[in-house]
């Protein structure tokens, strides 16, 4: 245990000074950090998406400011989209013109969270309070509800590939939050569930033979502490990725390019940045 500890302090690369971070996304030198600054769900105009080196220099703190609560980052193209609270919003990375805003508030929700693309230009958007994914046309901003409330306990974390959406649920008062997969084949559209009640999920990505995850709970499932995790699709097991505490790791992000996680913590106000061996 020991020997892992002083391994991952040597390895892991911290980024200070964030507010409420709560999502991370990387280009090939960038990465984007989402920052609620305060309560997930006030609309108080002092959330911001910080763009830095992908070292962890900064590059521009207030990269895109003004806004309230950002979730949920998600690049396509040269646009950086994202929730806020009960809007999904969009930006050009190199002009930093507002190119898209779709209000979402008409569902009832105030708590839009992941963001995700598939590969034929729509996005996929969590609504966790009111247990909705959006399927959003970029083009149309035509919007259709994946309606599996009954199924769903609280999407959060978002993730699509190869024609699959992997989804991380955060849970409600009585049951925790687990694993799910809707697959869109062939016009139809298939619902999985993969796992129930592991704890408060949060960030999500698929890799080979794993589902990773974030969970905010320790094994009491009672403390803030969380882990990364990782959901075997051939053992059908959850264990934890050996790593430091992760106190409220929230939508973090794989970098293919460096084989790391970026994972945002959202309650130590930092950005973490771990290799996968
Ligand atoms: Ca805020
Ligand atoms: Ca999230």
């Known amino acids: 245990m020991h020997l892992f500890a002083s391994f991952f302090t040597a390895c892991k690369h911290e980024i200070l000074n964030f507010k ?65 609270i009960d809007k999904v919003l969009g930006y050009n990375i190199i002009t930093k013109q507002k190119v898209f805003e779709l209000d979402l508030s008409a569902y009832k929700t105030q708590f839009l969270n992941d963001i995700c693309k598939d590969d034929s230009g729509n996005i996929f958007v969590s609504a966790t309070d009111i247990n909705e994914i959006f399927k959003i046309n970029l083009t ?50 298939i619902y999985n569930r993969l796992v129930y009640n592991v704890g408060y999920l949060d960030g999500i990505f698929q890799l080979n033979d794993d589902i990773y995850f974030s969970d905010w709970s320790d094994s009491d499932k009672k403390k803030m502490s969380s882990k990364i995790k990782k959901f075997n699709f051939t053992t059908r097991k959850i264990t934890d990725m050996e790593s430091p505490e992760l106190s409220g790791c929230a939508d973090m992000f794989f970098d293919k390019k460096t084989n790391q996680i970026f994972a945002p913590l959202m309650t130590l106000n930092k950005v973490v940045i771990l290799p996968i061996k």
């Open 20 to 84: 409420e971070p709560e999502s991370v996304v990387t280009t090939e030198a960038f990465m984007y950090v989402a920052n609620v600054n305060g309560s997930y769900d006030k609309k108080d105009s002092n959330g911001y998406i910080t763009k830095l080196y992908k070292n962890g220099k900064v590059y521009d703190t207030l990269f895109i400011g003004g806004l309230d609560s950002p979730k949920g980052l998600c690049i396509i193209k040269n646009n950086l989209y994202f929730t806020d």
């Open 140 to 189: 149309t901003k035509s919007i259709y509800p994946l309606d599996f409330r009954k199924e769903l306990n609280g999407p959060n974390g978002l993730d699509f590939r190869n024609d699959t959406l992997y989804i991380a649920e955060l849970g409600n008062d009585s049951i925790h939050g687990g694993l799910a997969l809707i697959e869109f084949k062939d016009g139809r559209i």
